[in-house]
């Protein structure tokens, strides 16, 4: 993409994603998120004033008008076997050669095919037999979590907002690498401007009162990104961080509403 173009927001923002300097990855992290320019086309273009055509897997998407992300994975559920659920269990070990996992309570459950969505330096301590080289192997790994925040706001969305779907920050400014404008997805993912509400707090920090106001509302999503090598994070400051970042990049005014 250049060197202008990555020092601005190729490295900035994806060291602000994975928690990680950019100079321990490889470019193959980007994938199908960076589209290739096509010189041509970026001609062509220029010469007729026109803008390129949507591109990538992001370009259209269908998302649930009421239920959020869960209201997914609750309509896939809803088409299984409800025997076929068993929440609230620790697994305790994974035998791979029976093909059963043992829960903490004793209980086993076997299986045809596993699918694994603990961390890896996990799940490889729990196989059994014991595969010491796995756990070696996974101890050497480089990982990072993702904080997710969530702000129901009182007024209208700031100018800048309008009907986007979310916006990316590389700079260092906000703790945040991206926001993502959860009320625009759907109506429902905020209280209609009719209902009224208590003040919880304002942006400046001030404590709000016990006055129901009503709307309107709108809501935003902030992903943070953590890694204990690279990328710490104040668990006990991240909500205020996270909200002078807002305003600091114009998301929010000082005396928005919570």
Sequence with gaps: MGVGIANLFMRPYNFKVWACPTTFMQCGWLGERVAAPDLKKVVKNIIYDQAEGNWGP???FLFPAVGGTQGIWRAVARNINQERFKFCSTVSEVNTVKNFATLQDGSQISYDYIINTS????????????QSELVK???GLSFSSTHVIGFGIRGSRP???????WLYFP???CPFYRATIFSN??????????VSLKTIQFANGNLGDDIEKPGPYWSIMLEVSQSAKFKPVNINTIIKDSIQGCVNTTLMEVFSCF
């Design 119 to 130: 961390p890896i330096d996990t799940f490889v301590r729990m196989l059994n037999p014991a």
């Design 159 to 165: 100018p800048r907002i309008g009907d986007k779907c």
């Design 185 to 194: 997805y759907s109506p429902n993912n905020c209280p209609a401007s009719s």
């Design 58 to 60: 992001n370009a259209t």
């Design 171 to 173: 700079e260092d400014d």
């Design 137 to 139: 192997e996974a101890d």
